[in-house]
């Protein structure tokens, strides 16, 4: 009896062992985070569902010109057990906005266009003007720009977002900043206020601040013609501490994940910088000098939880599409969790999480293209979401 008892307890420890073994090899883990599904029945037994997620996930494959070195770009406020479908809605109150940039009873100029929108869809644009040049251009539901003129022309030029590194300068500016008039936070405050007057949910947005003062402002200032020739005449003759002012670049978040924004995607490629934020306003003691909204969502939560396809799923779900294909070599650079509207028939927007996949392509002579190819999927069904490339 003693015998069997020692057998049965060295089966039980190597099989300790095998179990230990496996999961210590397994990819690194950022922590096991469970998430809950049921058949629909509250008596049934609910089945508990792990979705592991690493921080960074590195894969050759033999004889394919894929390979994965991937950051996993998951926010730390992302909660997988509690994340539900979602919808939303586009839409601008034209009554708020020039309320809040014109006053009530400011003499505006007002020209009605009707233009035709990507899906075919009749909008009205509306530009408004007052008798002090400051501008306004709000379409019926995805876009709005405002502008106050003439100062903001100039901070503009020092401020570069273009999605080539070479003509970008905000690594060269001041995240840190703080201005004379205002600190960031009484600024973002101020900023949100505004917003909100203006019809706009500001819950869960997150920023990027840059604080610009008059050292700033003259040292980044650039004027160009079409030929790239700087051009010193159009620069402005004399900066002034009243031009100083924070830059906000806003995102929305859903649930804890960013809203992706398809302007982000020039044609099939891809370049992640802020100038597709859907927000983007300068602040100054004179108040809001500069407005660009873009594709702003009014979002709900809906009651029906959304279970998450494993990691392991949304890796082959790359390889299915790029490991076989003819090229040079394709790195998986970045892998990001996010929110995105599916438009609906009705004009409004389903929410769904989408990891955003970035691959970078190596060329013959071993140098990198500046480009990335984009691939999206379905994190919850783990398949290619097609519908959203090419779109911009």
């Known amino acids: 009896m003693k015998k069997a008892k020692n057998v049965i307890l060295l089966a039980f420890c190597g099989l300790a062992v095998l179990f230990l073994y496996h999961h210590a090899n397994k990819m690194p883990d950022t922590g096991s985070m469970q998430v809950k599904k049921s058949n629909g029945d509250e008596s049934s037994q609910e089945e508990s569902v792990s979705l592991e997620l690493p921080k960074t996930y590195k894969k050759d494959i033999p004889g394919s010109c894929l390979s994965f070195d991937a950051e996993v770009v998951v926010p730390q406020e992302f909660d997988a057990t509690n994340y539900y479908e979602g919808t939303a809605v586009q839409s601008f109150d034209r009554k708020k906005i020039r309320n809040v940039l014109f006053g009530e009873n400011a003499k505006v100029q007002q020209n009605i266009d009707s233009i035709t929108n990507d899906w075919g869809e009749k909008e009205t644009e509306e530009i408004d003007e007052d008798t002090k040049g400051n501008f306004c251009l709000i379409d019926d539901k995805s876009y709005m720009y405002y502008i106050k003129s003439p100062e903001m022309d100039y901070v503009d030029n020092c401020v570069r977002v273009d999605s080539i590194e070479s003509e970008n300068n905000l690594k060269d500016l001041d995240e840190q900043n703080t201005l004379d008039f205002m600190t960031r936070d009484e600024a973002e405050k101020e900023v949100e206020g505004l917003l909100e007057d203006m019809g706009f949910s500001v819950q869960g947005n997150t920023y990027r601040v840059f604080g610009l003062d008059v050292d700033t402002l003259k040292e980044q200032e650039m004027v160009k013609d079409m030929y790239g020739n700087e ?90 599409k790029y490991s076989d294909i003819d090229a040079n070599q394709l790195i998986v650079r970045k892998m990001k969790l996010m929110a995105v509207s599916q438009r609906q028939k009705d004009g409004s927007c389903r929410m769904l999480p989408v990891w955003i996949c970035y691959l970078e392509s190596i060329m013959d002579n071993g140098e990198s293209e500046t480009l990335y190819v984009m691939m999206p999927i379905n994190a919850i069904t783990g398949e290619e979401a097609v519908e959203m490339e090419g779109i911009s």
């Open 231 to 320: 051009i010193e005449e159009e620069k402005n003759p004399q900066w002034s501490k009243e031009q100083e002012g924070y830059y906000f670049f806003g995102q929305q978040t859903f649930q804890g994940l960013p809203v992706y924004e398809y302007s982000a995607v020039p044609g099939n490629g891809y370049y992640e910088n802020v100038d597709a934020c859907p927000l983007q306003v300068f602040y100054s003691s004179q108040g809001m000098m500069k407005c660009k909204i873009e594709n702003y969502y009014h979002m709900d939560v809906g009651e029906e939880k959304m279970i998450f396809a494993p990691f392991e799923k949304i890796v082959e779900a790359v390889e299915e």
